[in-house]
């Protein structure tokens, strides 16, 4: 049977963090997000897909938890017009510290949602402070909360190279979390080298977002990255996480479902302002100014050729299990070959894998062999 993943984008937080670079607004009123909601809810139903199946629902931004629990509602209730829920379907929302209560909780299992993401970054008071993110006291109070209600299925989130925060100081916050919540059963650990000296865009969508000079002089020298990123690959590998993808580590049994999907081609509707979707071979997105969006006005649909699939199979295959050797022909075998004889590419159960030094070179080796 064939079955339909479902992105759906809210592009409101309660405050915007420095070093967000996505489709994602703070300020706006009740009523605003209410337009939204209206509009993101029409555009569900005017979608040419029907009765099909939904295998996994991602609500990303943003910061979906802002939603209030009437407007959740209205968004399930229109999905269930539109769309067959699987038994088996995986239902995330995205969220933050401040937007877990008991109530959310209790509401958000009721609908159906079984995973949360929560993204906390570092339990550094310092440098929760300078990013613009919830206090550490925050963290461990929404942590309680899930705690005393139950959730079996609760992924966060850390990133290397934040201001303040000191080499092994993550594996320190992990271990301490690991030790007080065993509902912890998902960890993303990104970098942040790629948000150093990004100079400001004035008259951009990115206009109030500040990239402090010297973040890359507050935090780890770009160079410690990869040392730091073994050691917590190590350490999570030691207390029965598996990395299923470059950043994305789980517990067996606990692979976000949706994220897997995409990076395997799996068809993907999308919803909501910025969404990005992948439908019989076209990858589209919505525009991420609102304008466009309610006017339904710079919808991007790219028919991806055999090639540009080929190319995105390499990427996702490098970021996950490896690229097949049946590929290496149409790869740069000299340029393979050297990677792999210094050390940033090795060869396992017929496949071509990132080792572990490679993984803060991926960009580079991907532009290399392909």
Same mark, same amino acid.
């Given at each position: 049977?064939?079955?339909?993943?479902?992105?759906?984008?809210?592009?409101?937080?309660?405050?915007?963090?420095?070093?967000?670079?996505?489709?994602?607004?703070?300020?706006?009123?009740?009523?605003?997000?209410?337009?939204?909601?209206?509009?993101?809810?029409?555009?569900?139903?005017?979608?040419?897909?029907?009765?099909?199946?939904?295998?996994?629902?991602?609500?990303?931004?943003?910061?979906?938890?802002?939603?209030?629990?009437?407007?959740?509602?209205?968004?399930?209730?229109?999905?269930?017009?539109?769309?067959?829920?699987?038994?088996?379907?995986?239902?995330?929302?995205?969220?933050?510290?401040?937007?877990?209560?008991?109530?959310?909780?209790?509401?958000?299992?009721?609908?159906?949602?079984?995973?949360?993401?929560?993204?906390?970054?570092?339990?550094?008071?310092?440098?929760?402070?300078?990013?613009?993110?919830?206090?550490?006291?925050?963290?461990?109070?929404?942590?309680?909360?899930?705690?005393?209600?139950?959730?079996?299925?609760?992924?966060?989130?850390?990133?290397?190279?934040?201001?303040?925060?000191? #080499?092994? &100081?993550? !594996?320190?916050?992990? *271990?301490? =979390?690991?030790?007080?919540?065993?509902?912890?059963?998902? $960890? %993303?650990? /990104?970098?942040?080298?790629?948000?150093?000296?990004?100079?400001?865009?004035?008259?951009?969508?990115?206009?109030?977002?500040?990239?402090?000079?010297?973040?890359?002089?507050?935090?780890?020298?770009?160079?410690?990255? #990869?040392? &730091?990123? !073994?050691?917590?690959? *190590?350490? =999570?590998?030691?207390?029965?996480?598996?990395?299923?993808? $470059? %950043?994305? /580590?789980?517990?067996?049994?606990?692979?976000?479902?949706?994220?897997?999907?995409?990076?395997?081609?799996?068809?993907?509707?999308?919803?909501?302002?910025?969404?990005?979707?992948?439908?019989?071979?076209?990858?589209? #997105?919505?525009?991420?100014?609102?304008?466009?969006?309610?006017?339904?006005?710079?919808?991007?649909?790219?028919?991806?050729?055999?090639?540009?699939?080929?190319?995105?199979?390499?990427?996702?295959?490098?970021?996950?299990?490896?690229?097949?050797?049946?590929?290496?022909?149409?790869?740069?075998?000299?340029?393979?070959?050297?990677?792999?004889?210094?050390?940033?590419?090795?060869?396992?159960?017929?496949?071509?894998?990132?080792?572990?030094?490679?993984?803060?070179?991926?960009?580079?080796?991907?532009?290399?062999?392909?």
């Amino acid at each position: 049977m064939k079955t339909y993943n479902c992105y759906i984008h809210i592009p409101f937080c309660s405050s915007k963090c420095k070093y967000c670079r996505f489709a994602s607004f703070s300020g706006f009123s009740n009523l605003k997000i209410q337009t939204y909601v209206d509009f993101l809810c029409k555009e569900i139903l005017d979608s040419d897909i029907d009765g099909v199946f939904l295998n996994t629902i991602y609500f990303g931004g943003g910061t979906p938890g802002v939603l209030s629990l009437s407007q959740f509602n209205q968004i399930f209730e229109t999905l269930k017009t539109k769309f067959i829920f699987s038994e088996n379907i995986e239902i995330s929302i995205e969220t933050t510290p401040g937007n877990i209560t008991m109530e959310n909780i209790i509401w958000w299992k009721n609908l159906g949602i079984n995973r949360i993401s929560m993204g906390l970054q570092t339990l550094n008071e310092k440098s929760l402070s300078e990013i613009g993110r919830d206090s550490k006291g925050d963290i461990i109070g929404a942590l309680d909360t899930v705690k005393n209600i139950g959730f079996s299925n609760f992924s966060i989130d850390f990133i290397i190279g934040l201001p303040y925060v000191r #080499s092994g &100081e993550i !594996i320190k916050n992990i *271990d301490y =979390l690991l030790e007080k919540y065993d509902f912890i059963k998902h $960890i %993303s650990v /990104y970098m942040l080298e790629e948000y150093y000296d990004v100079p400001e865009v004035k008259g951009s969508k990115f206009d109030n977002i500040v990239y402090p000079n010297d973040w890359s002089n507050l935090g780890l020298k770009e160079e410690d990255f #990869s040392r &730091e990123y !073994i050691e917590i690959k *190590d350490f =999570l590998q030691k207390n029965g996480f598996n990395r299923y993808e $470059i %950043s994305n /580590y789980s517990k067996p049994g606990f692979e976000c479902k949706h994220n897997l999907g995409y990076w395997n081609h799996k068809e993907t509707l999308a919803f909501g302002l910025g969404a990005h979707g992948f439908l019989s071979g076209i990858r589209f #997105s919505n525009s991420e100014s609102f304008i466009d969006y309610y006017t339904k006005k710079n919808i991007i649909k790219e028919h991806l050729k055999e090639e540009d699939l080929f190319l995105e199979k390499i990427m996702f295959s490098l970021r996950t299990s490896g690229i097949d050797e049946i590929y290496l022909e149409k790869l740069d075998n000299l340029k393979v070959n050297y990677f792999i004889e210094n050390n940033m590419l090795y060869k396992k159960n017929k496949k071509i894998a990132l080792s572990d030094s490679g993984v803060v070179f991926m960009d580079y080796i991907l532009g290399q062999i392909i």
